[in-house]
């Protein structure tokens, strides 16, 4: 009897895990994101093929005979249609081989793959230091708002929201690495092959840049959604109940605030992804920026695809985590709909 009617029931369950709020959104958001990367690969694939000159031109040089371009053309299947040359590249992809790189000959995973590692850092690095500072900058503005302290960070944030990363980096480095003083090193000296982690003080100046810039997203969005959080019914009514200052601020307001500080996070790391390329030029990291700026000037074309498409599968997962996490910290969307 007991067996029946854990059958009967199970289908039930089935139903409501399948309307579940956060399974709905993770499986629509994954179907998004396949058709998404599905779209990128297509058109970096077309638009690397509209690029001027010849790849197998640009391999072998202005000394290349007819008969040797020839060659390499067949060998790099340049004379097949477009779609059959598309269909070679992603089908490789799909199985791990995103090709040789046309610059030096070696496979592209293994090029890219350290310098996914170095920019890693510089992202999550920058990514969990300017969350923790936004957030709590955020309440303390909030917690003192229309004072100094307030005003003093509103003015510094918006000040610094207007000045682009290179800027940033240039005023660092005038600040601790040559002009004023000589602590740290203004360009980075990661040897090929170490981890950035081997020397920390090569990190110091990009994590900060990124750090800078984008810190005041954070800050402001906490301090509007905790401002909004303080002047709410339920907060008021705490206060009267004689709760203490610190418990209202990070027990009743702040994690109702939260959903509005995950989304700028999100978008922050998206900003990290494309903001890093500026941020390792100047200071010379090797990473991943830096890694395409030299493909598209050697005009390496599957170091390009692969690099393009990383980044666009890093941007459909972070918004599928931005996502469900926004979920998640909102209460009364994360409960299952019944009927």
Not at 247 to 257: D, Y
């Amino acid at each position: 009897m007991s067996a029946a009617k854990t059958s009967a029931t199970l289908p039930a369950r089935l139903g409501v895990v399948r309307r579940h709020p956060i399974v709905m959104l993770v499986g629509r958001r994954l179907g998004q994101g396949v058709l998404t990367l599905v779209a990128v690969s297509m058109l970096v694939f077309l638009a690397t093929q509209v690029l001027p000159g010849n790849a197998a031109y640009a391999v072998l040089g202005i000394t290349a005979t007819p008969a040797r371009l020839h060659a390499l053309e067949l060998q790099l299947h340049l004379t097949d249609s477009v779609p059959h040359q598309y269909w070679l590249w992603v089908s490789g992809l799909v199985q791990g081989d995103p090709g040789t790189s046309l610059a030096n000959g070696a496979s592209v995973a293994s090029l890219v793959s350290g310098r996914l590692e170095n920019s890693a850092v510089l992202v999550v690095g920058a990514g969990v230091i300017s969350t923790f500072l936004g957030i709590v900058l955020g309440v303390v503005a909030a917690a003192r708002r229309d004072g100094w302290l307030d005003n003093s960070l509103s003015v510094f944030a918006l000040v610094v929201t207007a000045l682009p990363e290179f800027v940033v980096a240039i005023i660092l480095v005038t600040l601790f690495a040559t002009v004023l003083s000589r602590v740290l090193p203004a360009v980075s000296d990661i040897a090929p092959g170490t981890s950035p982690l081997s020397s920390i003080a090569s990190l110091i100046l990009p994590v900060a840049t990124l750090v800078l810039v984008t810190l005041p997203y954070i800050f402001r969005m906490t301090r509007a959604a905790m401002i909004d959080a303080l002047s709410s019914d339920y907060v008021e009514m705490a206060e009267l109940q004689g709760l203490s200052r610190r418990r209202v601020l990070f027990i009743q307001a702040l994690p109702n605030a939260f959903p509005a500080a995950v989304q700028v996070v999100g978008l922050n790391l998206l900003y990290l992804a494309g903001g890093i390329v500026v941020v390792e030029y100047v200071f010379n990291y090797p990473g991943i920026g830096q890694a395409l700026v030299a493909a598209v000037s050697d005009r390496d074309i599957p170091t390009i695809q692969f690099i393009v498409v990383v980044l666009a599968a890093f941007y459909v997962v972070v918004n599928i985590a931005t996502d469900v996490l926004s979920l998640v910290v909102t209460p009364r969307r994360r409960l299952p709909r019944s009927g």
